[in-house]
């Protein structure tokens, strides 16, 4: 399930605070990097979708 820019955003800063702060035990780390990998990917994906939307936006005017 994708969700919207900001709030993978949040969920980001989340998981990189309890790493910080040492909150998360082994297990826990493993499934939040592979978490956060999911979250960095659409959010890239996110991005460049944007930028090519006003690139084309840009050369049509």
Request: net charge negative; hydrophobic share 35%.
């Amino acid at each position: 399930m994708e969700v919207k820019y900001e709030e993978a955003v949040r969920q980001l800063e989340e998981i990189v605070r309890q790493m910080e702060n040492d909150e998360l035990d082994i297990d826990q780390m493993s499934a939040k990097l592979k978490k956060a990998k999911q979250l960095i990917k659409q959010c890239k994906d996110r991005l460049t979708k944007t930028d090519e939307e006003i690139r084309r936006i840009l050369a049509d005017q």
